[in-house]
C-alpha cells in the first residue's frame, strides 16, 4: 500500500513520525512513497530526510491535484497539512484522503458522539488545532478528543475511521491537554492505516 503523508510547516511532523515508526515496527503494512509540504522549511522534512523518504513541495493548493496524480497512492494522509483541498482533489480520491480533525465527527450529521463517561462529544466544526483544544476547555468538557476520517465535499465531515479521547484534568491548559492528545493522535493514525492495510490486502 502506498501513502503519501501531507505536513507543512504549521507542526513538527510527529503523525509523520508515527506513520514511519508504525511501518518500521509492521504494524502497517506499506510504504511512504511521497512526503509532501507546503513550504521546504518545514520541520517534518527533516524526519523524511533522516528516514530518505522522496519529498515534494506544494505551495500552490492548485498544484494538488497535478502532483498527487503523479504520485498516485493508495492512500493519502494529512497531518498538519494547512491548504484548503480542492473539491477537484477530494472527487479524483475519493475514500483516499485522510483528515486528522481536532474534534469527534459523529457518524451523520445530525448525530452525536458519546465520550467514554456518556457525555456529548464536541465536533469542532471548523475549528483548527489550539482554538479546538480551547474550545474543549472553554465548554467544560470532561474528555477531549480526535478523528480520522476521509475527506469528503462536507466540511470537516466524511466517514470517521477512528477516534481518540483524552480525560481533561481540572489544571489543564491547551499545551498540557493537547500534549497528551497528540500522543494518542499519533497511536490512533497507526492504528487506522493498520485497518487499511488489512482491508487493502483482502481486496
Known sequence: MKLAVLISNAGTGTNL??????????????????????????????RARKNHLPIEICPKKEDLLHLLKKINPDYACLAGWKQIILDEVILAFPNRILNLHPGLIPDEMDGKTKCPDGSEGLWNKGMLTTKAIQSFLDQKATYAGSSIHFLTLEFDFGPV????????????????????????????????????TVKFSAE
Open 161 to 196: 475511521l477512528g477516534r481518540c479521547f483524552e480525560k481533561i484534568d481540572t489544571n489543564d491548559t491547551v499545551n498540557s491537554l493537547y500534549e497528551r492528545l497528540k500522543k494518542k493522535e499519533n497511536q490512533l493514525y497507526i492504528e487506522v492505516l493498520h485497518n487499511l
Open 17 to 46: 513520525q508515527a506513520i514511519i515508526d508504525g511501518i518500521s515496527q509492521g504494524k502497517i503494512d506499506g510504504e511512504i512513497t511521497a512526503v509532501i509540504s507546503d513550504k521546504a522549511g518545514a520541520l517534518g522534512l527533516e
